[in-house]
């Protein structure tokens, strides 16, 4: 039988649509001037960061998920874009809201304050801007590449080493930290200058560890499943590349 007719025609169809027309790669998903100009960006944060804060300032979560996302947009991996997305969409844009009360004389958090400090030159607080927008390029690549289900399981195993690293070994605040990165990922408080005193210092990094994955994670992980289509599993990609269509020869395992 053809291959225009019939369920071996649907079949043939479903493969075209997965992998391109005809022979060859299964069509790049993510824009390269996407890729392109994200990498550019990362070329100029990484660095900078580095000789300004020092490492330490990559255990944020915002940070890891810079990086995450970099490898993920290259390598066309819907589970780390998933990964960034599920742990850091709410955060963001709570920073993003944050940010706007700020500039409106009326902060909510304290969490942007560093945003509208004179004494850290306007081009390091411009590459932070990033925190506006990368929820949204998040969004975008999901919506590309699909939403992963093991994103919230895998975001929440990293999140809590991430807490216990910054709560047990990190800098706790301080008066003037400067530029050194001291309460991270606010295992202390929403302050960089002082610790949260209406809790016990255990009790509130207890909630942080319980809150991130289930109040904040959870909440963003079903949101992703029911407005983003679902990820292809690793199977499906691999039957869509062993197809007739994608086989050179035309005679791949049916």
């Known amino acids: 039988m053809g291959l225009s007719g019939g369920p071996a025609g649907s079949a043939a169809a479903a493969d075209t649509n997965m992998i391109g027309q005809g022979r060859g790669p299964i069509p790049a998903r993510i824009p390269l001037s996407l890729k392109l100009a994200y990498s550019a960006f990362m070329a100029v944060l990484l660095p900078v960061y580095l000789a300004n804060y020092g490492p330490t300032n990559f255990l944020y979560f915002c940070d890891i998920a810079l990086i995450l996302t970099l490898v993920g947009i290259w390598a066309e991996s819907a ?29 909510l958090t304290g969490m942007t304050a560093y945003m509208f400090n004179p004494d850290t030159s306007l081009f390091l607080r411009g590459l932070s801007l990033f925190h506006g927008w990368l929820p949204f390029l998040l969004v975008f690549l999901v919506w590309r590449l699909g939403y992963d289900r093991r994103a919230w399981a895998a975001w929440s ?34 302050s960089d200058t002082a610790a949260q005193t209406f809790l016990p210092a255990w009790a509130w990094f207890a909630g942080l560890v319980v809150a991130i994955p289930f109040a904040i ?3 963003t992980h079903r949101l992703l499943i029911w407005l983003m289509p679902r990820a292809p599993s690793t199977s ?8 007739p269509l994608a086989s050179p020869a035309g005679s791949g395992p049916r």
């Open 236 to 243: 499906a990609v691999t039957s869509a590349v062993m197809s």
């Open 79 to 107: 589970l780390l874009v998933s990964i960034c997305a599920v742990g850091i969409l709410a955060p963001q844009l709570l920073w993003a809201v944050d940010f706007l009360a700020q500039a409106a004389g009326t902060p």
């Open 217 to 219: 994670a959870w909440p």
């Open 157 to 190: 195993a990293l999140a809590v080493i991430l807490l216990f690293v910054c709560f047990f070994l990190m800098p706790p605040p301080r008066p003037d930290p400067g530029l050194t990165p001291v309460n991270i990922n606010y295992v202390r408080g929403m």
